[in-house]
């Protein structure tokens, strides 16, 4: 059964920080990995898409990777701002129509 | 513009008193899911539907119902909410299911079950 972590749950940078939040995944057999941005109560926003055949794209100062060898996908933030905060969720789309979401990072920039 | 809709965006209602959320999505996305989303339980699928008539159970499903009459939209049903059922909810659709395609989320539905 696959099984979505991400780590850690929460995290404080001050502004300007380069960052890296990680999602890691039990089955490597996966369709594809999305990473979503969501605010307090608010929907998810869709950040970056990597396929299985992919392993990384990049979005302006975010850059994701996959690697499904070790079940890891990292997104990095470069220099964070106030506004980077939010909770960052990744997804993992296991095929047909499954998809695994993580528990999130809660990421506050302090200005 | 794409997007999904949800209506409404927030309900208050009581124990029992059948209630529809509805889903719109203009895209012409074959797959819909319904998700809702609990403090310390993530994200959870509750039915999902790969096209007009078709739909499933996913991990949640006991307490709703759905429907798939037309493509673009895919309505989630409580005919007797409980006060367990209050969360907040979220429509998805995506275009297929390959490794090319990605989900595109509504706004939410924040329900309160009294």
């Known amino acids: 059964k696959q099984e979505v972590t991400q780590i850690p749950a929460a995290l404080s940078v001050p502004e300007g920080e380069n960052l890296v939040l990680n999602c890691s995944f039990t089955?490597?057999?996966?369709?594809?990995l999305q990473w979503f941005r969501q605010d307090p109560g608010k929907g998810l926003t869709s950040l970056l898409l990597?396929?299985?055949?992919?392993r990384e794209q990049t979005s302006g100062r975010l850059n994701a990777s996959l690697d499904k060898s070790s079940g890891r996908s990292t997104l990095y933030i470069a220099a964070s701002q106030p506004g980077d905060s939010a909770t960052y969720l990744c997804?993992?789309?296991?095929?047909?129509?499954?998809?695994?979401f993580g528990a999130g990072t809660r990421l506050f920039v302090k200005a | 513009e794409a997007q999904v809709t949800q209506n409404p965006r927030y309900l208050i209602t009581v124990t029992g008193k059948k209630l529809t959320v509805t889903c719109s999505q203009n895209?012409?996305?074959?797959?819909m899911s319904w998700y809702r989303q609990d403090p310390g339980l993530g994200l959870r699928q509750i039915y999902y539907?790969?096209?007009?008539?078709?739909?499933d159970k996913g991990d949640v499903p006991e307490g709703y119902k759905v429907s798939r009459k037309e493509k673009r939209n895919f309505p989630l049903i409580l005919e007797s909410p409980s006060p367990n059922q209050t969360s907040l909810y979220f429509c998805?659709?995506?275009?297929?299911?390959?490794?090319?395609?990605?989900?595109?989320f509504g706004s939410g539905t924040r329900l309160t079950v009294v």
């Open positions: 990597i396929q299985s055949s992919q």
């Open positions: 998805a659709s995506r275009a297929g299911t390959g490794e090319n395609y990605g989900y595109t």
């Open positions: 539907s790969m096209n007009v008539e078709v739909t």
């Open positions: 997804a993992v789309n296991t095929g047909g129509f499954k998809t695994i």
């Open positions: 895209m012409n996305h074959e797959y």
């Open positions: 089955d490597s057999a996966i369709y594809n």
